[in-house]
């Protein structure tokens, strides 16, 4: 089972990409952000204790995304890969995430999609998405803002906590074209699955 990471800012496009690719290779689709407003919605409990960092742009505790990692994870044991967009944002959800796929015996993730991009061109992506998806989160400049800041503080630099991933970290111009984008990402996905 192959486990492909999309990684980078807040409307950088890995859902765009996500969404793409999982089509392409019938691979599951895995995105964080996407459960816990789902749970909003619903109001559940992980509902309403995720709605609380969401709203202000803050990530949710570590314990709460990954035991709701972890329970996903397990709807997807047959299929032939998963797309992790928005998660690991923690170096703690890294080791997390490895210690769940050594413990269910799913392989280990095997590459790391880094998108890079200027503040300003997110900025003006996620209050026009905000518009049209009418995402709290997306919609007040504040909170775009601080999404950004906690993207740089706590997130941008996870991947330098092991020398091993600089193998597996793929870094990608998110200021390209969707279509580019994707085809750079299939021709790299197609490399990996002929070498393995
Ligand atoms: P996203 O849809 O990926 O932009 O995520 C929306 C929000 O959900 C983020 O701003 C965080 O508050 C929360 N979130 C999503 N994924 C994670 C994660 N891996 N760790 C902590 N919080 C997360």
């Not at 996620?126 to 504040?142: A, M, P, Q, V, Y």
């Amino acid at each position: 089972m192959i486990h492909i990471i999309l990684f980078g800012p807040p409307g950088c496009g890995k859902g765009t990409q996500a969404k793409i690719i999982a089509t392409k290779f019938g691979f599951s689709h895995l995105s964080t952000g996407m459960i816990f407003r789902n749970h909003m919605k619903r109001k559940t409990d992980l509902g309403k204790t995720a709605s609380f960092y969401i709203n202000k742009g803050i990530l949710v505790p570590d314990m709460i995304t990954t035991n709701m990692l972890n329970i996903e994870i397990q709807k997807h044991f047959y299929e032939k890969g998963i797309i992790y967009d928005g998660y690991p944002r923690t170096r703690n959800q890294i080791f997390s995430l490895e210690k769940a796929l050594k413990k269910f015996c799913l392989g280990t993730i095997n590459i790391i999609f880094y998108f890079y991009i200027q503040k300003n061109l997110i900025i003006d992506r996620l209050l026009k998405r905000g518009k049209k998806s009418h995402r709290n989160d997306d919609t007040n400049i504040i909170t775009v803002q601080r999404r950004i800041e906690e993207y740089n503080k706590e997130t941008s630099s996870i991947w330098n906590s092991d020398p091993k991933w600089k193998n597996n970290i793929i870094k990608l111009n998110a200021s390209l074209s969707v279509n580019s984008i994707s085809l750079l990402i299939e021709e790299k996905i197609k490399n990996f699955l002929n070498k393995n």
